[in-house]
């Protein structure tokens, strides 16, 4: 099956066929129809503008032939005609004035709008025929009632449409006192429709009929209509109406829309135009983007997944990239090769580390087994090094362990692998090399360590190694680890030999001699004599310190025996948790050593007769911080130190010098704290008296999950239950006897229970 690949240009050109598509669609159905009604509204507009255009011309000469009719209605000869119809003074005047003013009709009516006489202006006898007259006469009848004093409108007599104007005749100055009418009419032929369309730059014409021909309703009323005759002309239809209101044909203009065509035309391809350069222009910018950045992006990606995936190498991520993925790509490389450095190398030693070791290690063991060539494997183990760094800190232990590593990577060969397995344990990898090969590198490692000495303060010492070895010879083996686990195996037995000395895996049969057995008796004994003087030391420590509080408690009465107190209820409470015997053993060191501090405080604070002010209690507080300054300088004190730094911190985080809270608080802190609270509430101050011990407890018991840690609160009301009045028993020094047993008598329950609520302990008021 042909798999498809989707490439960037191609997706370009389908975003293009999609972009044109979505033009089409948009021109077919949204641009297109809109410009279509926007043309059509300003035809009819436009149609709008040429019937009212029309209406003003045609009441223009409405007009004049209204003010023609006024002049002539006041003369004598109009006068006389209407008193003595039979008088002939009007024909000589209105054949002599009708020729100049282009009048074709003259027609006199008499005060009831009943036809007199007509003239015709046709430049025979003034007079007009029977017949003529009979056709005026009929046509003005329609008027008849709807036409009076003046008035000026169309009308159709036999022989074609007229404009006319008709004026009152005074008898006298009052409008009312008319004697008859005077109406005077143009026809509406070729000649003022052409004269019409002149003026209005149209053509025009009245065309007879009582229907608008067909075409597209301009309103709703259906009073006008409209209809495209070409590309570049509209023509509109409207009724043209008489004075009373009937139909006398519609007029009919032509009119010249070519600029609305071309203008709908423009728009649309304007627009067109602009949505096509906004999609190129759009195409385009994505284009580029892709070119210089996204296209460069995402080839740096697939290189990203490949090399993840085992394929390729970072040296190929910059390859035909420019711009800020250039650059990305070059600091991935060398991100990658400071990853690659970091993954395969121990920090302290710059060795390499146990996971490189473990996959060269694989590869080479089997590629030897397969090819049948010889490689050994020496592991290293840094004799005694707890007492280096118990005796010298964790700084000369590290250097310790830098010296070893320089030592193993001067003897060692470009082909070999040194590597730091965690802690003092060291391992080399010597390929081609057989094992008494392997023996001859890690003695000469051993010897050069042994012959030299370490410098660290004031401390002398010489650092031996013990070691084991195993080739591919040395027992049965189905893998690298079995060939690691023969030599820790190796390494173990040259240890229980003596250490400083190096032992084969093919010798681990071999008896141990008597020699060698001796000498591993009297290193355990030495070691045991070490670890029981170490244990000495912090007693002799203990015994003097407690010295310096004796004189710390002659400044301060109050201060008598709470050091002494605290541990005494601080071991109880350890006890009642079934804490193991070496954290019980630091809470009582850190007891003894918890206000070491107050050493540095002035009387004016110690024995201040009052309440601590806020400065006073600011000074106060620093004290559990100068206690572990004094305890860091030393070094068999470091476990006691949290205890001491931590004990007047708050359960609630409210506390003291950090303002930790709940399990962040160690829980040495925790216990120390509820002892030297219990301690302080139950010892008189200057300026209060001592509190009972349920007393105590109660406000103890109300303070847990604020102040103090419920578990170790519990622990306390535990212990009173089951001590009671003993609880506060404290054996003097020499007194060794310890706290009651289970099996002497008690004071029932406690008595906190019933105690009357007090004011919670806090920090200032152990310290106060």
Request: aromatic share 6%; with cysteine.
């Amino acid at each position: 099956m042909i798999r498809l690949k989707l490439t960037s240009p191609g997706v370009l050109l389908i975003l293009a066929i999609l972009a044109a598509g979505g033009i089409f669609l948009l021109d077919l159905f949204c641009l297109r129809p809109h410009i279509d009604a926007q043309k059509w509204a300003a035809l009819r507009e436009e149609a709008v503008r040429t019937e009212h255009a029309t209406q003003r011309t045609l009441q223009a000469e409405q007009r004049s032939l209204s003010r023609l009719a006024a002049v002539w209605a006041r003369s004598a000869e109009v006068t006389r005609f209407l008193h003595q119809p039979t008088s002939t003074d009007a024909d000589a005047f209105l054949q002599e004035v009708m020729a100049p003013a282009k009048v074709a009709w003259v027609w006199m009516t008499d005060r009831e709008g009943r036809f007199l006489q007509a003239w015709s202006g046709e430049g025979k006898s003034a007079r007009a025929s029977e017949k003529q007259a009979g056709g005026i006469a009929s046509a003005i009848e329609a008027l008849h009632g709807t036409v009076g004093g003046s008035f000026v409108g169309l009308l159709r007599l036999p022989d074609g449409p007229i404009l006319f104007a008709q004026r009152p005749v005074l008898a006298t100055e009052d409008p009312a006192n008319h004697i008859g009418h005077v109406s005077l009419a143009r026809y509406l032929n070729s000649d003022l429709l052409h004269k019409l369309s002149l003026t209005l730059g149209e053509k025009l014409a009245l065309v007879p009929g009582e229907k608008l021909p067909g075409g597209i309703p301009l309103n709703s009323s259906a009073r006008q209509t409209i209809w495209l005759t070409s590309e570049e002309h509209l023509a509109v239809a409207w009724p043209a109406a008489g004075p009373a209101g009937k139909d006398l044909g519609y007029f009919l203009a032509t009119v010249p829309v070519v600029h609305i065509q071309r203008q709908a035309v423009s728009s649309r391809r304007m627009i067109l135009i602009v949505l096509s350069l906004s999609v190129a222009l759009t195409l385009l910018v994505i284009l580029g983007s892709h070119m210089l950045i996204t296209g460069p992006v995402v080839r740096l990606l697939s290189r990203l997944q490949r090399l993840e995936s085992g394929e390729g190498s970072p040296e190929n991520l910059a390859q035909d990239l420019h711009g800020e993925p250039l650059m990305l790509a070059r600091r991935l490389e060398t991100a990658f090769e400071r990853l690659a450095y970091i993954s395969k190398t121990d920090d302290l030693t710059s060795l390499a580390n146990r996971r490189h070791f473990a996959e060269v290690l694989e590869c080479f063991y089997y590629q030897a087994r397969r090819f049948n060539r010889p490689l050994s494997l020496v592991v290293l183990d840094v004799d005694f090094f707890k007492a280096v760094n118990d005796a010298g800190g964790h700084q000369t232990g590290d250097a310790v362990l830098k010296w070893v590593a320089a030592a193993i990577e001067e003897a060692c060969r470009r082909a070999d692998l040194p590597a730091r397995f965690g802690g003092d344990e060291f391992a080399i990898l010597l390929p081609e090399t057989a094992a008494e090969d392997a023996l001859a590198v890690a003695e000469r490692i051993r010897l050069s360590l042994e012959a030299r000495t370490i410098r660290a303060g004031d401390l002398e010492f010489n650092v031996t190694v013990s070691g084991g070895i195993a080739d591919l010879n040395a027992g049965e083996m189905d893998g690298p680890d079995a060939m690691l686990g023969l030599a820790d195996q190796a390494l173990y037995a040259a240890k229980e030999r003596g250490r400083n000395r190096i032992l084969l895996a093919h010798d681990l049969h071999l008896p141990v001699t008597d020699s060698e057995h001796n000498e591993s008796g009297k290193i355990n004994v030495l070691s045991k004599k070490l670890a029981g003087l170490d244990g000495q030391f912090k007693d002799l420590f203990v015994s003097a310190f407690r010295e310096v509080m004796a004189i710390l408690q002659h400044r301060d009465p109050h201060m008598a025996n709470h050091t002494r107190k605290v541990q005494h209820y601080a071991t109880l409470v350890a006890r009642e948790m079934e804490l193991p015997v070496r954290v019980i053993k630091r809470i009582e060191v850190a007891a003894i050593m918890h206000d070491i501090g107050l050493v540095a405080l002035p009387d004016s604070i110690l024995l201040c007769p009052t309440k601590l002010n806020e400065d006073q209690l600011r000074v106060m507080r620093r004290h559990s911080l100068l206690s572990v300054r004094i305890m860091e300088r030393m070094d068999f004190l470091e476990q006691e130190i949290p205890a001491v730094r931590y004990h007047h911190e708050r359960w609630d985080g409210k506390g003291y010098p950090e303002g930790i809270a709940g399990a962040s608080i160690p829980l040495t802190g925790r216990i120390l704290a509820v002892a030297d609270a219990f301690d302080a509430i139950t010892s008189p101050r200057t300026f209060r008296d001592a509190k009972t011990c349920a007393e105590a407890l109660g406000e103890i018991h109300r303070a847990a999950g604020t102040q103090f840690d419920p578990t170790v609160v519990e622990a306390l009301m535990s212990v009173a239950g089951r001590l009671g009045a003993e609880l506060m028993h404290v054996p003097d020094v020499e007194d060794d006897r310890g706290p009651r047993s289970e099996a002497e008598p008690h004071f029932g329950p406690p008595a906190w229970r019933d105690a009357q609520p007090a004011e919670a302990p806090n920090a200032e008021s152990a310290d106060a």
